[in-house]
């Protein structure tokens, strides 16, 4: 924003020291002049994340996940997929590369092997949505009725093994 102002106040202070000045020339100007400000969001988002604050992100991830199994107990339904759906535990599988914390990590430390694990936690978070999501229509659904809590629970025990799996191989390599 600040940037953006001091453009305009520039280009401003230049159109009233020019008293023989069109429209024409104060819009070329200021178009010019304001055009190296559309790459600073580049430069910006270009920027790569501190391996740090990643590690921290999954380990948040893993602490969010840990009162999983109880809920499932519990039958609270919405509220695990909740956790799953929302920030930062979503990002591990349900919004794309782009946006994964695995893949930040491995592409900063030039992993294959952290990709692999990365698909596989993908994997087993989205059976533990899905073993969930059919939990809460199971009334509705044909077949014999029962609830599945042993399968979803395996499936956020295993992704929180992974998780501590892929910290402690980023924090072993980063040393």
Known sequence: MR??????LSCYSWAWNNPILTRRAWATFTASSSSGSLFLPLAASAATTPPVLL????????????????MLEQMEWDKVRSILKVPPVNKLWNLG?????????????????L??????LALTLQLCDQYTYNNAFVYFQPGNGKYNIKEP????RKAMQQ???IVDLVETDGS
Do not use: F, R
């Open 3 to 8: 940037v953006v102002l001091l453009l305009w």
């Open 55 to 70: 590690l921290d992100e999954l380990k948040e991830c893993k602490i969010k996940l840990e009162p999983i199994p109880e």
């Open 97 to 113: 590369d782009s946006q994964n914390t695995v893949v930040q990590l491995a592409k900063q430390a030039g992993s294959i092997e």
């Open 115 to 120: 990709l692999e694990l990365k698909d596989d």
């Open 153 to 156: 629970q395996q499936l956020a």
């Open 163 to 165: 998780i501590q799996e």
